[in-house]
C-alpha cells in the first residue's frame, strides 16, 4: 500500500486524472511526486519493489499487486474460485510503464461495441454481471530498439514493356546504398501465462507514451511480473524490422525518385538491410481482462488500456445462426415467388439456376470466415463478391426464361452473365488456394490457442473435403441441366432440394468449427509459467 502524504490512507491510480488519489481525504498527486519516504522499502536507486504474489491453486498463475488488500476472488486464466496469497516478493523493477488511459467504463463500452459487431455471438456475453469481472492487468512487455548500418539493397520490378510481336520485357532493379538509422516501437509480450495471440491482436502500443516504472502505477491494479526471455522474439523482431528499414529506405528522397522514375514495385521480402537489436528493456503495458469458465472450457476477452482496442473470444449461438438461416430462406422464396407473380414465366431450370449460384455464394462465405478464423491477418474480400452474385441472379432469371423476351434482352442477359460467372469461379478458385494454404500450415513456434486452432483446422477439412467435392459435383451437374434443360422438371426441383440440403448440412458443420475454436481447454502452467497440456504430461 501506498499512503497518502495527507491523512495515511491507501493512494490509489485514478485513470481519468492520471493521478494518485485518497478516497478519503480527497487529495491528488502527481505519481512522480509521491516521495520515497511513502515507499518505505523503494529505495532510490533500488532495483526492486515490494510486491504481494497470489498463485491459483488450479492452475498455477500468478499475479502480483502491491497492495495486500486488494485480495483476488477469481483467477482470470483459469477461472478458479480463488487466488491464494503465497507471500511478500520483492520484484525487479521494470525499465518503464504505460498506465492505464481506457477507464473501466470505456472498456466495457470497447467490448459491447466488438460485440455487436457479431450477430450471431450468444446473449450470455453481453450480460452486465459479467462485463464487471474485467480487471485491470499490467502485462509485462519486451520492448526493442535496432539500429540499421551499413550497405542496404533494395529489389524491384519494373512495369512489364511490350517489346515486339508477342514479346515483352521486365526489368528488375536492386538499388544500393549506406545506411544509418535507428529504429524503435517493437514489442512482444513476456508472459508465457499471457497467450500471444491475444497480445497479437491487442498491438499495437504507443511506446512514446511510457513512462518511467513507479509502484503507483500499479495501486489498484493487479500485474505479472513476466517469464519470456528477451532472445525468444530475436527472428521474429528482426524480420518486423527488416520490413520497415525497407520503407524507411525507400522513404529516402533519392530512392524515391527512382522508384517513381522507373515505376518499381518494390518486394521487401527479397529486400536486405542491415538490422540488429540494439537494446531490449521491460515494460508495463496496460490490459483490460475477462475470462468466462463453462465447464471444462474458457473463453477470453481482453482490452488495450491504451487504446481501446479489442481481442476476445466470441463463441456463436447455434440457435441464432439457424433462425437466421431460416429467415433468409425464407425471404429468398417469397422474392422468388413475387418475381414469378410478375415475369411471364420462370422455369424449372431457372430456380435450379438460382439455387446453383446461392450454394456456390455461400459456399464462398462460409469458406471465407472459416479462413478468417484461422488466419486473422487474411485480406479475402466479401462485399465485391456479393454485388456480382446480384448481378449474376438477375441475368440468370432474363437467359433462362421461356424464351418471352426478345432475342436482344437475352444477349445483354448473356454479355453480363458470363463475365460475371468467371468473376465469381475465380474468387472461388483463389479462395479454395487459401483454403489449401491452412491444411499446409505448419505449427511452429505459435500459441496454444493458435495451435489449437490449426489442428481444429486441419480437422474440420478432412471432416468436409467430401462435402465441398459433391457441391462442386452438384455445381457442374446441375449447369448441364440448365444447359439442356430437359423437359422433366422432377430433376431440376430434386437437384435444388439437395443444393439446399448440401449448403444446409455445410453451414452445421462450419458453426461446430466456429463454436470449437472460440472455447479454449483450461490452462496449466508450471512453476515457470510455461504452458503445458496436462494430458500430454
Avoid at 6 to 16: Q, V
Avoid at 84 to 110: M, S
Avoid at 116 to 136: A, N
Avoid at 238 to 251: F, G, N, P
Wanted: hydrophobic share 40%; aromatic share 12%; proline share 5%.
Amino acid at each position: 500500500m501506498i499512503p497518502c502524504p495527507s491523512c495515511g490512507a491507501g493512494l490509489r491510480f485514478d485513470i481519468a486524472s492520471q493521478k494518485m488519489v485518497c478516497d478519503y481525504c480527497r487529495n491528488s498527486y502527481d505519481v512522480p511526486s509521491i516521495n520515497d519516504d511513502s515507499l518505505s522499502n523503494d529505495a532510490k536507486g533500488e532495483q526492486t519493489y515490494d510486491s504481494y504474489v497470489y498463485v491459483c491453486p488450479s492452475c498455477g498463475a500468478e499475479l502480483v499487486t502491491t497492495d495486500k488488500a486488494d485480495a483476488i476472488g477469481f483467477c482470470q486464466y483459469c477461472g478458479g474460485a480463488s487466488m491464494l496469497f503465497d507471500k511478500l516478493r520483492r520484484e525487479w523493477r521494470p525499465d518503464g510503464v504505460i498506465p492505464f488511459k481506457i477507464t473501466k467504463e470505456q472498456c466495457k463500452e470497447a467490448y459491447l461495441k466488438e460485440v455487436k459487431r457479431h450477430p450471431f455471438v450468444s446473449k450470455k456475453y453481453r450480460d452486465p454481471k459479467l462485463l464487471d469481472e474485467f480487471r485491470g492487468v499490467y502485462m509485462p512487455y519486451w520492448s526493442y530498439k535496432a539500429a540499421m548500418q551499413g550497405e542496404f539493397k533494395l529489389t524491384g520490378t519494373g512495369p512489364r514493356r511490350m517489346t515486339g510481336v508477342n514479346t515483352y520485357e521486365i526489368k528488375h532493379y536492386h538499388l544500393k546504398g549506406a545506411t544509418d538509422y535507428r529504429l524503435e516501437g517493437y514489442s512482444h509480450d513476456a508472459s508465457a501465462t499471457f497467450d500471444d495471440d491475444l497480445s497479437e491482436s491487442l498491438a499495437p502500443y504507443d511506446a512514446k507514451q511510457q513512462l518511467g516504472f513507479h509502484p503507483g502505477y500499479l495501486s489498484g491494479f493487479y500485474a505479472e511480473t513476466g517469464n519470456v526471455d528477451p532472445h525468444e522474439y530475436d527472428e521474429a523482431i528482426t524480420e518486423e524490422m527488416k520490413e520497415d528499414a525497407a520503407r524507411v529506405i525507400e522513404s529516402d528522397p533519392q530512392v524515391a525518385e527512382t522508384v517513381k522514375k522507373q515505376k518499381l514495385t518494390m518486394d521487401y521480402a527479397k529486400s536486405e538491410a542491415p538490422v540488429f537489436i540494439t537494446d531490449a528493456r521491460r515494460a508495463l503495458y496496460p490490459v483490460w481482462f475477462m475470462s468466462r469458465r463453462s465447464g471444462n472450457e474458457i473463453t477470453y476477452a481482453a482490452v488495450n488500456g491504451q487504446t481501446g482496442r479489442v481481442s476476445a473470444d466470441l463463441p456463436l449461438s447455434p440457435a441464432k445462426i439457424l433462425i437466421t438461416a431460416g429467415c433468409i430462406a425464407a425471404g429468398l422464396f417469397g422474392v422468388l415467388a413475387l418475381i414469378m407473380g410478375f415475369l411471364p414465366a420462370i422455369k424449372a431450370n431457372t430456380t435450379l439456376a438460382l439455387c446453383l449460384l446461392l450454394m456456390l455464394t455461400g459456399m464462398y462465405y462460409l469458406k471465407r470466415a472459416f479462413i478468417k478464423s484461422v488466419d486473422k491477418q487474411s485480406k479475402v474480400g466479401g462485399v465485391f463478391y456479393g454485388f456480382i452474385t446480384v448481378l449474376s441472379f438477375l441475368a440468370l432469371i432474363g437467359f433462362t426464361s421461356d424464351g418471352s423476351y426478345d432475342g436482344d434482352m437475352r444477349f445483354f442477359c448473356a454479355l453480363v452473365l458470363i463475365p460475371a460467372l468467371i468473376i465469381l469461379l475465380m474468387s472461388n478458385i483463389r479462395l479454395a488456394m487459401e483454403y489449401d494454404k491452412i491444411k499446409k500450415k505448419k505449427f511452429g513456434s505459435v500459441s496454444p490457442l493458435r495451435q489449437r486452432i490449426l489442428e481444429e483446422a486441419k480437422a474440420f477439412s478432412k471432416r468436409t473435403v467430401w462435402l465441398s467435392l459433391l457441391m462442386w459435383g452438384m455445381i457442374i451437374g446441375g449447369g448441364l441441366v440448365v444447359y439442356y434443360d430437359p423437359p422433366y422438371n422432377i430433376i431440376s426441383y430434386l437437384l435444388c432440394f439437395l443444393a439446399a440440403a448440401a449448403l444446409f448440412g455445410l453451414a452445421l458443420f462450419h458453426i461446430d468449427f466456429q463454436t470449437k475454436v472460440a472455447r479454449r481447454p483450461l490452462p496449466q502452467f508450471n512453476k515457470k509459467g510455461a504452458y503445458y497440456d496436462e494430458n500430454k504430461g
